[in-house]
Each structure stands twice: as structure tokens, then as C-alpha cells.
């Protein structure tokens, strides 16, 4: 299925290449490097490609392309979600995916791929097995090695592999045993010039952190499951019992992972914390502009709105900024002509403002759209859609488990048009 | 360093040169001295000389046959991960000669004991294949075998090798269909994709047609313009149509991999439905999709392409999520451009409105290419939909004095065809878009004025004329696109208006004539023939008119998408709406179905590698009768997943393929119990009341010895105090005997009479329960709880198994090193369903170590609802002594009519056998039950050797030893007889001995831990002396009371 994986920088420089069948000349990506020259952006790269023999599909992860060449017939989104695949793995593994860290350890790079794909065909993907043949690097390993001649290379089959549990490893220990569960949930909405909300709607994760010993088997049930429009889960969770009962029973994967996510019906209004004044021009005659924006809490069920951070995609033409911002701090980037606007913390008693002036090119057209105003923001201990986890139990296991939850919300793509 | 002795060297040289591998620069120089080292010892170090060989073994043909000996060793080794990596690597190493060696290897893993290696081989199918295409039949003949194979690891690679074979070889499908689409659920999602898209290729062949007609499919596409999707509904309501039960289940069991999070498997099972589904049902896929949308922007990218095409098609399935496709300023231009797509197609009368509203915003988009498609989707939404062409037409004049030309130039083109749609007066627009003429610099948009100029050059008359002799002037600067369309014009132009024109299209002419575009004078010198009057070409000449100012035919403004529907979805053809090499068509329905009953298999046959023990006469049997295929077959009848399994924490899907597993670790219960069967058959007639099979099954051996031992009981019946039940039924004894201790404090209220009749009744529901039970102690006896061992580990380990079902096997089977011991079942009654006001409870004792708390006695309680309306929220209330320490069960939530349900608890006996006094609630009522625990369930088995049991006996003297010289039935006397007499009552351990007339038990009390220790020595003329060493002396002659009366009885 997949024939090769070529790495590409930012830049268009090929640094990793690795084949699973007959090797492929990179010369194939030159038909990529073509169309991302064309593109322009990276993000506008068109996920797959058609040369004469080949087919290329790529993803963009972390300023890099990686980038797949298959020569028969497959379902895109199989490659795709296999880059994703061993993109998330080299997070996993190194920390960040990254040009600098895969050239650094590019032999268990090499070695996870041999292990991930057999053949054009995924073979292991769930960390939990591969860390159980190739041990992620660390210092402390890399140092016994070189003294003791030791390997990262586990020798026997990880016991997942055979299993039907193959996203948990047998033989775990913990001192401490704890399950952590945080629910995050991200506002997407789309509010027009009025402040009037266009779309909203709610999207939430369950990401869990959980250190248990031996083969716990959890059941997380919640106050309001019914608030849940639609789910997609972690393939350890028991999608019957989903069905019938509304609670979620699974044996945990070991460490860290998303147990579910979901989608809170759009019937539901869809509370917006804050809103936005906003006034943007560019005069009619002469070079310049001015920006005018205030923010202020709406309905933010009495917590706080943390880590408050405006972005302003400015009009290519505009050429710098004057303004000043009664909290926080604002940085104009020339290149990508952006206002980032930290705010931080939104202090109802006062309410933070940007305002100043916006000089444009001299010669060049006024804008004709005002450019949108992204936010982003955090408020702690509160899932915006009332969602409540009512317990969780644990049964195979005979110690108590130290249990927590914990709500954000977060605004996810929450844009405000001018 | 490759030569080096040292393996830290040669491993450090090693990465070096996959360094260079990884950078594409040739290391294939190396080749002699890393093949060297393919036998090393270091692991990491083999691989890396794995990568190695893989990658240059093409090239380097001859040294490559180096290594080949070392991999042949290595597929004989005993580790299962040595022979997978070897055959893996061997297969990956491509030089033909060694064809004949890998085919060899294959055939030879495709039966190996361990999935993994099967799997590995059906991975090395596609290589050879690749390799070698003449091996074609050969490798057809394992993948046949491997398709057979029940592991979930082995199908997704099957499948894949077969798709890559011979995907046309659908006759091999057939009798495994509906183990792959029971299968699905545990596969792993890799696979999940794989045997999806096969499977839809599948139905395709061999299922008629769910869409009731079959000119439906077109007829949609036809009508797909008027958008009433009500005509539709009404052709649906047809005839009836009837679906096979196989398409049926193929849809069913493919719905919850709907909520997979891996997006492959979503969109896969999403064209599936798309393909499959009866048009009512494609519409769950809906939800699914569009939460795809949140995914990564590649993902999203793909998934659009596909909603798009059903979106032309079926409106109605994406149009409740209308604003799901609202475009993001900061998203990609593909994206932006699908999202506008689907968009446009979801377009109705209802929701135009809402619609251009957005796309105004879209329109003022900094990304001039997107706000270009705009407009030209604002152009499809008039020509679709009548009632908003005017609105429609006026918003896009007024975009004409935007200040970009791009967009400009984009609406003069849309509004170009707009008007050819509707060709009448709209001669002021046409006079405004001349007015625009000169500032508008962009060809394309150049050339569309001066075409409508041209087309409706009579309905303005004054300005036609002005703009031709405009571009007289500029002729020679235009480019070629506006000069053709201006010799259009003035040729058009002349005929209409010759009296002002002729000059202008006389010069017109002459500079095209001299044109540097051999198009332009090729088109100019036919139109001068054409139009202007001559000897040469008079015939053609009368024509000139009706040539040239024909009525043109309005274009049709159409998605982009509008044919890609020709490609299954989600395939890589559809995305790039080309045939891609290796597309398989997806046939269209047959008219009548081919024979179903090819797909059938006739019983579910247990694979004969692991199970050959087992005599085909007692499986169709034995398979009907297990507890998870009762539960699977209650879930195809119903479909409605009723789990009333959820005590054995293992989800019903889980279940449902692990029959076999079950079945297969069990199989020593089997050789045990299905001669009990047989004779639980047998025996019904003679005594309805036996309450476990396990006596049956002494009964049923001995019905020989019978009279004999019948002279026995009799002589004996006096100190039994039960003699005449005695005499009839050996079992209604054992159960008196319990009774029997139990009427000291126990509340008396149930008549035996009753009791027995419910036992009657309820029979069948507690023999499946009890087989069950005895499986899972089978699995438990593997380690024999050393009460000191974490029980949690004995517990995950049976879970494990029953959770891994099919994949863990042959790993079950390793297990079962264990003593055949039986576990003796009774069931006592907790609560009868007259005083339960409906709710019926019983109770046994599993005899497993105790999940909760070291310390507790397992209990099992089924919970029987006979009433006619479902009970609710069943817990546990209060209890007595109020120290009681018991750990309850999950209170159950609602338990239906007829439903049975069993829940285990745990409670601490302290080593007593008072009986724990606790109140079972309802929603509204309360009972008071009571458990009342038989003296030999208070241990537990604990294992030792003979000289250990010895030394422990020894410490135990005096006061601590009971002992009384017994009378035993004659039947009773051989070892086997007596150690199961003597297990049926207590929970112990026996401790193998060589002594003949000599027979050790040992076992610790649950809550103390204190070690029981029973020694039976026989004598002569059916007497022994028994013999019980333990701290708890009340105990010890409680159970010398127990024992004594089985082992005289039985």
C-alpha cells in the first residue's frame, strides 16, 4: 500500500527517506516540491498529488512534510491516518516532531518505521507495543548503553501484539496509582460583525492520564450522558456497553491517551464567554487605518477567563501598526503581517482595549474586507456544556486507585468577523 | 569497525551506515561486511543488518544468498518473534532465485501455532507475489487456508494479501463472509479498512439490489436538479423488498466502527453505507463524517471531496449540517473551496437566503482565488434556483465595481452565462458591463463582454459599435482569447449593422489577417469568406446569418463533482477523479441474487489444531448449550444487545467472537461435562429435582453399583435422618445435608417443596450459568492459589483470556497444565420470587478467590425476575451483624421480565458459619435474606507437598486433630471417588501422594488463613479414618460432620 515515505523540511529539503518495497528514486518528489512552490503556503498543498506512475499523498505536521508515495489503488485517508500515525509516534517518542530531533535519533526513527509498516501494510501502531521492542530514547538509557553494550531493541513479542488488548501492556507497576481524567472542551463559533453568533458548537475530549498496575478495568459514568450528540472512542472502550447503558467501560492503555471524544448537539445553545467591540477601518483616502477593540465577559458561569490571546491576520498591504493596549502586550509581525494581543486574564472591572492606528503601503488600494479576529482562551474548572463525570469505578483491581477530573474550556476556532 | 570484535562497535558502525540510508546515499559498497553480522547475538544490531539487507539485497543479488541459511535456521526457532522477523525479512529480500525457498516458508508459517507468524505470512504472500506473479496458484491455496483462519490478528492481512492477489476470486470469500463480519469489531483498524472495502465489492456481487428499483440510482441523478427529493420517497415506497439476512448483517455489524476514532475506518464504513445501505439508512453516516471535519486539515480535505459527491445526490443528508460547512478565513484554499462546493449543492429554495448571506462575507475575502469561486458558486445557486437568479444577477453587477479585477473579470464571466440562461432584457446590465470595458484589463473577462456584446448586439444597437471601434485602436495588444471574440463581434456586427460596421470590420480583418496567431488568421480568413460577399463562396454566404447569430444554448453550470460518482468513494480514484492503477470497479447490483447458501458453514467448527481431542458427535451439542453463544444468538434475534453478561466483564461483542476461545479453554470441563449431559438427559425422567450436574454425573457412573450401595444407605439412613429422599435421590441428600445445618438459625419459610419445583423450573438457566462457572475455575486452577499469591493476577488472567478470545488461544490451551479438578456447584436459594414479590435469588459459591478483598468468600447471586413487570435498581441494604464486612454488587439498574442477571459479592465469613443477614432492596421493597455458608466453602485450596503437609500435620496434633473412623458407600473407595466426594464438599487442595490407602487434602480458611489439613486413611471392608488437623477446631468438626455424610453417601 504505501511504497515509501520521504521527510521533507519546510524548505524542501528530502532528509529521510525509507522504502518498504522496491526503491523509489526521490527524483518523485520533485513533483511535490512543484506543487508546493505553486501553493505558495504550505497548508494549501493539496493532500494528494498524481504524477505519471506515482501517487504522493502528504500530511503537514510540525513545519514538516511527510510525505508517502503509493503506485496502486488505496484509500487516502488510510495513508493519511497512518502519517498521523507515526507523526503522533515521534511526538510520543522524542517529545515534538521535528527536523532537528528525527535527524538526531533517525535510527530509532528508522527503526519504528521497519516495526510500524511491513510491506506497505501497518504492522504496529499503538505505542504502548512499540515501546515494549524499541525503548524511547533518553539520556539515562543512552548512557547505560554505551557502558554496558545494551540495546532499545526489546527482544520478545510484545504481549499487545497477540492480544486482544493490544493497546496495554501486561506487567505494569505503579507505586502510586493514579487515573487522571481531564475533559476539554473547545468552543468553535463563528460570530458576524453584530456580535450575533453565526455557528457554534461544541467540541470536547476526554484525555486521560492513567498509571494503574495490572489490568484495571475502569467504568467512567457521567451525570448528564445524554447531553453527548456524538462519539468517537479510544478502541478500548466497550461500545456496547456505550449503547446500552451510557457508561464507559474499558481496560485503560498505559499512560496517556484520549479516551474519547464528542461532539455536543448543536440544538443546544451554545453559551459564548465573551464578546468582542470591535472597529476596524482604513480611510478612504490616505494610507492609514484605525483599530478599535474592546472584550469583555458574557456568559461565563461565574469562572474567569484565562490566557486570553487575540490574533489579527492583518491585510497583506498593511504595512505597520501604532497601537496601544490597556493590558496585556500586542506584537505586529512584519512577514506574516499578524497582531498577536495578549491580554491574559479578563478583569471584568476593566475591561482590556487595543486601539491605535494602522498605516498601510502608500499607493495600494484600501482594503475591502476588514480582517477577522481570532481568540483564543481558557476558562479552568468549567465544561462549557454542563457535561459532569459522575464516578469512576474500578473492578480487577483490588488497590485504590487515586481518581481525578478535571473541566477546561477552551476556545477552539472562534472567530469574530469585522 | 564492522570487523571489529567488539559489539558496541560494530553497532555504532551500524547506525552509521543506516545514517547514510536514511539519507538516500548508496552504502552498498558495505554489502560483504554487514551481511557478516546477520547472526549476531545483539538484537538491535540484527535488525539494523535487517534494514540493511532489505534495502541493497536487490542490487546485490549473489552475497545477499549469504544470509539466506541464517533466516531458514531462524523460521525453526522456537520464540514466535524470531520466526515472524525472519520470515518477514526473508520475504522482504527480493531476488528471485530464493522464490522456491520463501514459498516454502510461507506455506510452512500459514500453519504455525502462532497468529503472529500467520500473519506474518500473509504479509509475505503479497511480497512474493510482487516477486514472482507465476507463484499465483500456489499462494491463491494458503491465502484459501488463512482466509479460514479465526484469529483477528491474521484477517486484516489476509484480506489484504487476497485483495492484492486475486481479488477476483470471490468464490473464496464466500463460506468465511460471515465469520470476517463477526470478526470486524475486534480486528485491528488497519485491517478494519481492508475487509471493509473488500466486503462492499462484495455485497456489490452478491446481494440484490436494497434501492427497490433499479433504475433508481439514475433517476436520482437526473432529477438531481429539481432537488425534490419527495419524488424519491415516493418511488421507495415501491415494492417490498426483502433483505438477506447476510447484507443485513454485514450493515449491522460494521455501524460501530462508525464511532472508531481512526478516521480510515470511519469514511470506509461511511462508503460502505453509501454503497450498500438502503437509501433511508445512509444517513447515520452523516453525524459521523462531519465529525471527521474536526480532524487534521489532510483528513478534512478527504472527507469533503467525499461529502461533496453524496451531496449532490442526497441533500437531505448533509443539510441539517449546513453550518458545519461554514467557511473559516483561516482555513486552507482546497478546503475553503470544498466546504463552498458543498455548499452550493445544499443549496434549496429554503435555504438560499441564509446561504448568500454567507457567501457575500466569502466574497470580500482576502484569498482572491476563493472569493473568485464564489462567485462562481453564487452563479450555480441563480441558474438552480429560479427565484433568486434576479437577486442573484444584481449582487454579482454591483461586484463589477469591486476594486480587484480577478473578482470583477470572475462575475462579468458568471454573468455572462447568466444571461445566456435567461437571454432577455437585461440590456442595461449589458450597457453597464460596456461602460466597464475599459477598466477591466483581465482577457478571460475582456472576451466574455465583447461575446455578449456580440450576441445581443441588436438589443444595443448604439454602444456595440462604439465598443468595436474601441477595439479597433487596441486590436494588436489584446491577447489572443479578445481578439478572436473581437472578430466575432465585428463579424456579427456587420450582418447586423453593415452601415456603420463595414469599414471598422474591414480594417478588423486586415490586422487579423496578418496576426502572428495562426488561429487568429485562420479564424479571420473564414470569417472574411463568410461574410463578405464574393465569386468564390456564394453558397455559404446566405447562411453567414444563421451561422453566426444562431440561438446558442444556455450553459449548464454543474459541479465539479458531479461525475466522480463513477468511483467507489473514499478511494484514491475518487480523489483524483482518474482510474488509478489497481481500481476495482464496484459492479453494479445483480438482478437476482446468486445462491446465498454458499456463504453457509454448517456448524461453527472449532479450529482443529487446538482442539483435536474433541469428537465431532459432542460439538453441535456442546456449542449450542455455551452461555456465549446463548447470548449471541440472543443478540441476532433481538438485535437489541440486552448484556446480561455484564458480570462476566467482558463486553458482548468480545463474547461473540470468543465462543470459540471459550470453548476451547474449557475443554477439559467439556470432557467432563458432556458425559453429564448425556446423562442429564438420560436421568431427567428418573429425578427432575438434581440441582447440579456434578452429581449427575456420579449418579450416572454408577448406576451399576447401585443396588449395592443402595444397602448400604439403607443401613445407614437412621443417623442421616433422611432416609427415604436418600434412597431416591442421592442428590435431594446432598442438598439436605446443607439444609440440614441450615435449619438451626435459618428462617424456615421455604417449604423443599417449592424449592424444588423452582429448581425444576429454572434448570436450564442455571446449568448454562453453572458451566460457565465451572470454566472459569478451570482457568483459575492453572495457578492453585497459594493464598499468599495476588488473587488479582489469577482474576486478570481469566479475564484476559475470555477478553482475548480468538488471538489468545493457543495460549489458553498452555494453560490448561492443570489438574482436572471439577468444580461441584450447588445453588441455594436466597430468596424465593412468592416472598420476593417476583424477584427470585439464588446463590452458589464459585470457588474463586475473592476479587474484593483477600479475606471474603466469593458469592455468586443470580438474580431471577418472575414477575410480569421489570424490577429496578436491585442493591444491597442493610445487613446484620452491623459489622458485617460485604462487599456488594453493582446495583442493577433494571432487570426485565423473565431477565435473569448474575452478580457476584464478596463477604468476609470470618471463618464462621453464621450466617450473614442482609436486607436485598428493590426500588420498593425490602427482603431479608440471609447467606448461610456450608463449612467446606470457608476455605480455600492451598497447595503443598507431601513432606510439607506432613510437617504442618505434625504441628497440628492434639488438640487441634478431630478425627472419626467412617463408614464409606462401597462405590466411594477408589482414590478418584473419594477425593471428588471430598472436593464437592470442602474447597481444598489435594496433595498428591504416593501412598496408597493414604489420601491429603490441604486448604486455609479464607478470613484466617489457618491451614485445614484432612487425612483420609482407608481400611479394610469400606471403613477409613478421617482425620482433620486445624487451629479451628469448630470447624474441623463441622466438616468431619460434612464429609463423613458424603462420603458415606454417595
Known sequence: MINSLFLISHSGDIFLEKHWKSVISRSVCDYFLEAKEKAGDPENVAPVLQTPHHYLISIYRGKLFFLSVTQTEVPPLFVIEFLHRVADTFQDYFGDCSEVLIKENTVTVYELLEEMLDNGFPLATESNVLKEMIRPPTILRSVVNTLTGGSNVGGTLPTGQLSNVPWRRAGVKYTNNEAYFDVIEEIDAILDKSGTTVFAEIQGVIEACVKLTGMPDLTLSFMNPRLLDDVSFHPCVRFKRWESEHVLSFIPPDGNFRLMSYHVSSQNLVAIPVYVKQNISFLETGSCGRLDITIGPKQTMGKTVESLMVTIPMPKSVLSVNLTATQGTYTFDLTTKVVLWDVGKLNPQKLPNLRGSISIQTGAPKPEENPSINIDMKLQQLAISGLKVSRLDMYGEKYKPFKGVKYVTKAGKFQVRT | MLESNKESLKLEAMKRIVQLISKGKNASDLFPAVVKNVASKNIELKKLVYVYLVRYAEEQQDLALLSISTFQRALKDPNQFIRASALRVLSSIRVPIIVPIMMLAIKEAASDLSPYVRKTSAHAIQKLYSLDADQKEQLIEVIEKLLKDKSTLVAGSVVMAFEEVCPDRIDLIHRNYRKLCNLLVDVEEWGQVVIINMLTRYARTQFTSPWKEDGIFDENEKAFYDSDSEEKQGQREAKPYIMDPDHRLLLRNTKPLLQSRNTAVVMAVAQLYWHLAPKHEVSIVTKSLVRLLRSHREVQYVVLQNIATMSIQRKGMFEPYMKSFYVRSTDATHIKTLKLEILTNLANEANISTILREFQTYVKSQDKAFAAATIQAIGRCATNISEVTDTCLNGLVLLLSNRDETVVAESVVVIKKLLQTQPTQHSDIIKHMAKLFDNITVPMARASILWL??????????????????????????????????????????????????????????????????????????????????????????????????????????????????????????????????????????????????????????????????????????????????????????????????????????????????????????????????????????????????????????????????????????????????????????????????????????????????????????????????????????????????????????????????????????????????????????????????????????????????????????????????????????????????????????????????????????????????????????????????????????????????????????????????????????????????????????????????????????????????????????????????????????????????????
Open chain 2, 453 to 1050: 456584446m456580440g450576441e445581443y448586439c441588436e438589443r444595443v444597437p448604439k454602444i456595440a459599435p462604439d465598443v468595436l471601434r474601441k477595439m479597433a485602436k487596441t486590436f494588436t495588444a489584446e491577447e489572443d482569447i479578445v481578439k478572436l471574440q473581437t472578430v466575432n463581434l465585428a463579424a456579427k456586427l456587420y450582418l447586423t449593422n453593415s452601415k456603420q460596421t463595414k469599414l471598422l470590420t474591414q480594417y478588423i480583418l486586415n490586422l487579423g489577417k496578418y496576426d502572428q496567431n495562426y488561429d487568429i488568421r485562420d479564424r479571420t480568413r473564414f470569417i472574411r469568406q463568410l461574410i463578405v460577399p464574393s465569386e468564390k463562396s456564394g453558397a455559404l454566404n446566405k447562411y453567414a446569418r444563421r451561422i453566426l447569430l444562431a440561438s446558442k444554448p444556455a450553459p449548464v453550470l454543474e459541479s465539479a463533482f458531479k461525475d466522480r460518482d463513477r468511483f467507489q468513494l473514499g478511494t484514491l480514484s475518487h480523489s483524483l477523479n482518474i482510474k488509478t492503477t489497481g481500481y476495482q470497479e464496484l459492479s453494479d447490483w445483480p438482478a437476482v441474487a446468486p445462491d446465498p447458501s454458499v456463504r453457509n458453514v454448517e456448524v461453527i467448527e472449532p479450529v482443529q489444531e487446538w482442539a483435536p481431542s474433541l469428537g465431532k458427535a459432542k460439538k453441535p451439542k456442546s456449542d449450542d448449550k455455551f452461555y456465549s453463544d446463548d447470548e449471541e444468538k440472543d443478540e441476532e434475534g433481538s438485535g437489541s444487545g440486552s448484556e446480561d453478561s455484564s458480570s462476566s466483564s467482558s463486553s458482548g461483542s468480545s463474547e461473540e467472537s470468543g465462543s470459540e476461545s471459550e470453548e476451547e479453554s474449557s475443554r477439559d470441563l467439556e470432557k467432563t461435562s458432556s458425559d453429564s449431559e448425556k446423562s442429564s438427559s438420560g436421568s431427567e425422567a428418573s429425578s427432575s429435582e438434581s440441582e447440579s450436574q456434578q452429581k449427575e454425573k456420579k449418579r450416572a457412573k454408577k448406576v451399576t453399583p447401585r443396588k449395592s450401595k443402595q444397602t448400604a444407605a439403607d443401613s445407614g439412613s437412621d443417623e442421616n435422618g433422611n432416609g427415604p429422599l436418600g434412597k431416591t435421590s442421592s442428590s435431594s441428600a446432598e442438598s439436605s445435608s446443607s439444609e440440614e445445618s441450615d435449619s438451626s438459625e435459618d428462617s424456615d419459610s421455604d417449604s423443599p417443596a417449592p424449592q424444588k419445583k423452582t429448581v425444576g423450573k429454572t434448570k436450564p438457566k442455571v446449568e448454562v450459568k453453572s458451566k460457565k462457572e465451572v470454566s472459569l475455575l478451570d482457568l483459575d486452577d492453572f495457578s492453585p492459589a497459594p493464598p499468599s499469591a495476588p488473587k488479582s493476577s489469577v482474576f486478570s488472567s481469566s479475564l484476559l483470556s475470555d477478553l482475548e478470545g480468538l488471538s489468545l488461544s493457543n495460549v489458553s490451551s498452555a494453560m490448561q497444565v492443570t489438574t482436572s479438578s471439577f468444580g461441584p456447584v450447588k445453588t441455594y436459594e436466597l430468596l424465593h420470587h412468592m416472598t420476593g414479590k417476583g424477584l427470585s435469588a439464588k446463590y452458589h459459591f464459585p470457588r474463586q478467590p475473592c476479587l474484593y478483598q483477600p479475606s471474603m468468600v466469593a458469592v455468586q447471586v443470580i438474580l431471577t425476575n418472575s414477575s410480569d413487570h421489570s424490577l429496578e435498581e436491585i442493591h444491597i441494604g442493610d445487613r446484620s451483624p452491623a459489622s458485617l464486612n460485604v462487599h456488594c454488587f453493582n446495583t442493577v439498574e433494571r432487570l426485565e421480565p423473565g431477565a435473569s442477571v448474575s452478580v457476584s459479592m464478596g463477604i468476609d465469613f470470618s471463618d464462621s458459619t453464621q450466617a450473614a443477614n442482609f436486607q436485598l432492596c428493590t426500588k420498593e421493597d425490602q427482603f431479608s435474606v440471609s447467606i448461610q455458608p456450608a463449612v467446606g466453602e470457608l476455605v480455600m485450596p492451598s497447595t503443598m507437598k507431601e513432606p510439607d503437609f506432613c510437617s504442618e500435620q505434625r504441628k497440628l496434633m492434639g488438640m487441634n486433630e478431630t478425627s472419626a473412623t467412617i463408614a464409606m458407600a462401597t462405590a466411594n473407595t477408589s482414590k478418584q471417588n473419594i477425593s471428588k466426594q471430598v472436593l464437592s464438599v470442602a474447597n481444598v487442595g489435594v496433595v498428591s501422594s504416593d501412598q496408597n490407602n493414604l489420601q491429603r487434602f490441604a486448604g486455609r480458611t479464607v478470613s484466617s488463613g489457618a491451614l485445614v489439613l484432612v487425612t483420609l486413611e482407608l481400611r479394610e471392608s469400606s471403613t477409613a479414618l478421617l482425620t482433620i488437623n486445624t487451629e479451628k477446631t469448630v470447624m474441623a468438626s463441622m466438616l468431619l460432620r460434612d464429609l463423613k455424610q458424603a462420603l458415606y453417601q454417595a
